[in-house]
């Protein structure tokens, strides 16, 4: 039986950034990351604008190596004012001394190109930095924009720094799997390591390894391997938040007043009906509309790239309404999906797709109203009347934050918007851990999956405060 020092499963930015920094400090440490999806140049999503998604078993866009952040946009908050509770957990100079971190290692794995005058210099953008009178403009309009400095590597920037960061990894001993999913985790006593990784190969059937650590970085994704993880541990579990609304799509100029200044306009607004807090996020500029598959459910998502060429002349973002159940519910994850898989039963298997003018008429949009709209839909979803499948609150919610942000971006609640539904983002369950995040002796719990984290920056941060807490012992 093969033994490691430790074995960190999933192959995502939390995964990545916690081998990465382990084998850069300590060269001699064995260690094993068990990722169950494919290698990331194996990763193909057969979905488009022409084929909707034909449900893989193996969801490309969210499994294997660069985990649900390979086809991402690439955005990187530098800083803590959303995208995750990391601030909350080590307070926020030892976060953002982390995302720092995780900054720099993505600049020493960016290509190194030459410019016109023969200087070599990295294929690393500049950031994106806040704007007081987009802020200003936003409070006349009771809508608070949250600002932060933000890197756009931009999909296919990233997947390269991604590609590179693995190779480093490869090269210096990692030892990185392929289509092996973890099962479960055993502790052992007596000599050997602490814990026996029982694995799932589907190519070679089961095997065990036996490992001195264990860092589970399963994103949001692996939330039934985590559950099962806890219940086999004892570890206490607490809800979490979460939020429910649709993928909006229109003309890129209407939001170019925001996006020309700082890269990602990421709005909050509280309802007036309800009084409930909705918020605008993941700014898509010239980009796609795309789906995602988790566990069998399909939302929708955004992304966009950094190549010019390849931009459309849409913009997209997510309008979210944010729920948080109090006792006796504890299941918000299935709330959730239960009414994204409506949804899909609606869209026959796929997201649907209504323009803001018949959701607001009450009548469903079909093939023919979508064909003659001004703003061309770029994923392959099923026209239909998302009124159908929202509850009545979280519907009013969205039409109220729409017209809000007509006042900043007019335009914004023309009839000819696209509404996606559903898009889903909720923190994972939240295990208690300690300050380390350790959910048990010598098990870490890290990124996604460990409900303190939803984006790509917070997640790696969480890896690398973990690996040195590991070269610590
Ligand atoms: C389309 C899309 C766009 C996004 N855009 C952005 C963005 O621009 N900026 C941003 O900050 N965030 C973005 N996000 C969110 C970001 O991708 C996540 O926050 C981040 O990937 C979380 O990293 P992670 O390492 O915790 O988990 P993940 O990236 O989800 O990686 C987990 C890995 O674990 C593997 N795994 C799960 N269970 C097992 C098991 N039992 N055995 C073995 N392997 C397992 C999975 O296959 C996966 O590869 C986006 C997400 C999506 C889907």
């Given amino acids: 039986m093969k033994r490691y020092d430790v074995a960190i499963i999933g192959g995502g930015i939390g995964g990545l950034m916690t081998a990465y920094r382990l084998i850069s400090k300590n060269p001699a440490k064995k260690i094993i990351i068990i990722e169950k999806g494919n290698a990331l140049n194996n990763r193909k999503c057969p979905a488009s604008s022409k084929q909707g998604c034909i449900h893989c078993k193996m969801c490309s866009i969210t499994s294997g190596y660069a985990g649900a952040g390979a086809f991402s946009d690439g955005k990187f908050n530098l800083g803590t004012a959303y995208g995750g509770k990391l601030g909350e957990e080590l307070g926020e100079d030892v976060a953002n001394e982390y995302i720092g971190y995780v900054d720099e290692i993505l600049y020493s794995c960016s290509d190194v190109i030459t410019d016109e005058f023969g200087n070599e210099t990295r294929d690393y953008p500049a950031i994106y930095e806040s704007n007081q009178e987009l802020k200003l403009k936003c409070l006349q309009n009771n809508l608070r924009l949250l600002d932060m400095n933000v890197r756009h590597l931009g999909t296919d920037r990233n997947m390269r720094i991604m590609g590179n960061l693995i190779h480093f990894l ?4 990692v030892e990185l799997t392929t289509g092996c999913e973890v099962e479960s985790v055993e502790k052992i006593y007596g000599n ?46 607490l809800s979490n938040t979460v939020d429910i609304g649709v993928r909006v799509e229109m003309k890129d100029a209407i939001w170019r007043g925001f996006s020309d200044h700082i890269y990602e306009p990421k709005v909050l607004y509280k309802t007036k009906t309800f009084e409930d807090r909705t918020r605008m996020f993941c700014f898509n500029k010239g980009g796609l509309v795309s789906a995602e598959n988790n566990n069998g459910v399909i939302t929708a998502n955004g992304h966009s ?40 039963e609606i869209g026959c298997g796929n997201v649907l797709v209504q323009r803001f003018g018949d959701l607001i008429r009450g009548r469903r949009t079909n093939e023919h109203r979508l064909s003659q709209n001004t703003v061309f839909p770029t994923l392959k979803a099923t026209p239909g009347d998302i009124s159908l499948v929202l509850p009545h609150r979280i519907l009013t919610n969205i039409i109220e934050t729409i017209y809000a942000l007509d006042k900043v971006a007019p335009g914004t609640a023309n009839d000819d918007t696209l509404l996606y539904g559903c898009e889903a983002k909720y923190y994972s369950i939240k295990p208690c851990h300690d300050e380390y995040f350790r959910i048990t002796d010598g098990i870490y719990l890290i990124g996604d999956g460990s409900g303190i984290t939803r984006g790509l920056s917070q997640a790696g941060a969480m890896g690398i405060y973990v690996a040195d807490h590991i070269l610590s012992l």
């Fill in 305 to 344: 790239f950094s190549d010019d060429v390849k931009r459309t002349e849409n913009c997209n973002f997510a309008i979210l309404s944010s729920i948080n159940f109090t006792a006796p519910f504890d299941k918000p994850t299935e709330y959730v999906e239960s009414i994204s898989r409506l949804a899909n």
């Fill in 170 to 173: 490869a090269v210096n001993g």
């Fill in 192 to 237: 050997g390591g602490n814990y026996l990784i029982h694995i799932n190969d589907i190519s070679y059937g089961d095997y065990v390894v036996e490992t001195d650590y264990v860092v589970v970085a399963t994103g949001r994704g692996g939330s039934k391997f985590v559950s099962s993880l806890c219940k086999d541990f004892d570890v206490d579990v």
